[in-house]
């Protein structure tokens, strides 16, 4: 640091001298009237800068979060960052209610909508334009109420509504849990059209409300809500994992690094690993401008840093938890089926209404004949 550096070098030359007053000058030394004084005014100097120094290391050791590094993927350069909350200040203006402290009316929806363990929950998020009659959420809600077993998780599920327009949508349903994001100075209630602003500040706000949801205490499924949920993930999950993610191409092995990692569907266990990697992947974002939060969770998901905090991650196959990109091929096995690979809410709602009907063909049949009568999808046919 440069007062380090300056002190370094900033010693007085001869003050081990003969004599307290004496000066080399000319091979020699003579008597400065003024030595006394100069002396006085770099030491006072020495002392600042010192002073300055220690309160910067107190003030770096006393953070919340430790010094950390990002690697650029293409790179060995590393950055160093310090995290810092980065929720904004609430703001009441868009007409749904505000609590005094955000965290405590989040904590409070966690709470009744948590599972028998009484730490579990599923989240969604949810803006107006995905809200509109025969919209994805419909699907959405529709595929827990027609799925084998999935119904009950409903009376769980906690709906992030980025807009008063998605809260009172998530208020008219029966049954879910809604909160009203908060977020001063940005309108999310049009189409977040893929990779636009907008975009990209929803995903970073949501991140850093499951890392919130974390620190209190709370594990959570996080499900985008283009996510078809036809059968209970929960018996498929690895109960003692810590980060259990889908993945658009699955590669055969659960801790291959290399799977593609997809965060439309997440099981996330809430400790101190789990919350470090959330901090470490928001401030990211930084580092990766222009980038979303599955891109930037590629990037970072081998860097030695996550490798110290010693986060596990685990990818599910997309026989069990498919998609689009890789659609399950036995529906007799298929859990979830995501709408990936596929940009556009119209295209989204062709090809899921299509899931939807599947599904319905499959389940309406005798189970004996389910599996020699259907075995997969007709999707995908304009996404994928």
């Known amino acids: 640091m440069h007062?380090?550096?300056?002190?370094?070098?900033?010693?007085?030359?001869?003050?081990?001298?003969?004599?307290?007053?004496?000066?080399?000058?000319?091979?020699?030394?003579?008597?400065?009237?003024?030595?006394?004084?100069?002396?006085?005014?770099?030491a006072i100097?020495?002392?600042?800068?010192?002073?300055?120094?220690?309160?910067?290391?107190?003030?770096?050791?006393?953070?919340?979060?430790?010094?950390?590094f990002f690697r650029n993927h293409n790179s060995n350069v590393f950055s160093f960052h310090q995290y810092t909350s980065p929720v904004s200040p609430p703001t009441s203006s868009v007409g749904y209610p505000q609590a005094k402290d955000e965290n405590i009316e989040l904590e409070k929806t966690l709470r009744n909508a948590t599972m028998k363990d009484n730490k579990t929950v599923i989240i969604t998020n949810l803006?107006?334009?995905?809200?509109?009659?025969n919209s994805v959420f419909d699907l959405f809600l529709e595929s827990f109420k027609i799925g084998n077993g999935t119904a009950h998780l409903l009376n769980h599920l906690v709906v992030y509504a980025f807009d008063k327009t998605a809260y009172e949508r998530c208020k008219a349903a029966a049954r879910?849990?809604?909160?009203?994001?908060?977020?001063?100075?940005?309108?999310?209630?049009?189409?977040?059209?893929?990779?636009?602003?907008?975009?990209l500040k929803m995903t970073w706000r949501k991140i850093d409300l499951l890392r919130t949801v974390l620190e209190l205490g709370y594990d959570f499924v996080y499900t985008d809500a283009d996510v078809m949920w036809l059968r209970d993930p929960f018996k498929k999950f690895y109960a003692d994992g810590?980060?259990?993610?889908?993945?658009?191409?699955?590669?055969?092995?659960?801790?291959?690094?290399?799977?593609?990692?997809?965060t439309g569907l997440t099981y996330v266990k809430s400790n101190n690993r789990t919350i470090e990697l959330y901090?470490?992947?928001?401030?990211?974002?930084?580092?990766?401008?222009?980038?979303?939060?599955?891109?930037?969770?590629?990037?970072?998901?081998?860097?030695?840093f996550v490798h110290q905090i010693g986060v596990e991650?685990?990818?599910?196959?997309?026989?069990?938890?498919?998609?689009?990109?890789?659609?399950?091929?036995?529906?007799?096995?298929?859990?979830?089926?995501?709408?990936?690979?596929?940009?556009?809410?119209?295209?989204?709602?062709?090809?899921?209404?299509?899931?939807?009907?599947?599904?319905k063909r499959y389940m309406a049949l005798p189970s004996s004949n389910r599996n020699s009568t259907i075995r997969s999808w007709t999707v995908p046919r304009i996404c994928g």
């Not at 879910?176 to 975009?199: P, R, W």
């Not at 810590?242 to 997809?262: G, I, P």
């Open 127 to 133: 803006n107006a334009a995905w809200t509109e009659p």
């Open 242 to 262: 810590d980060f259990e993610m889908s993945c658009d191409h699955y590669r055969a092995n659960y801790s291959d690094l290399s799977n593609t990692a997809n």
């Open 45 to 68: 100097k020495i002392t600042l800068m010192l002073v300055v120094l220690g309160t910067t290391l107190v003030l770096l050791n006393q953070s919340s979060y430790p010094m950390t």
């Open 176 to 199: 879910l849990h809604c909160y009203a994001v908060m977020t001063e100075g940005v309108d999310f209630s049009g189409e977040a059209y893929f990779m636009s602003e907008d975009y």
């Open 279 to 304: 901090k470490y992947w928001y401030n990211a974002q930084e580092y990766f401008p222009g980038r979303h939060d599955q891109d930037v969770l590629n990037m970072i998901k081998g860097n030695p």
């Open 313 to 359: 991650f685990r990818f599910v196959d997309t026989a069990y938890f498919g998609g689009f990109c890789e659609p399950s091929k036995d529906l007799d096995d298929v859990i979830t089926m995501h709408a990936n690979c596929c940009i556009g809410i119209q295209n989204k709602m062709h090809d899921l209404t299509m899931v939807i009907h599947d599904w």
């Open 3 to 42: 007062p380090a550096a300056t002190s370094g070098g900033g010693g007085v030359d001869g003050s081990d001298a003969k004599g307290g007053g004496d000066t080399l000058e000319s091979g020699g030394y003579h008597r400065d009237s003024n030595h006394k004084h100069m002396f006085s005014g770099v």
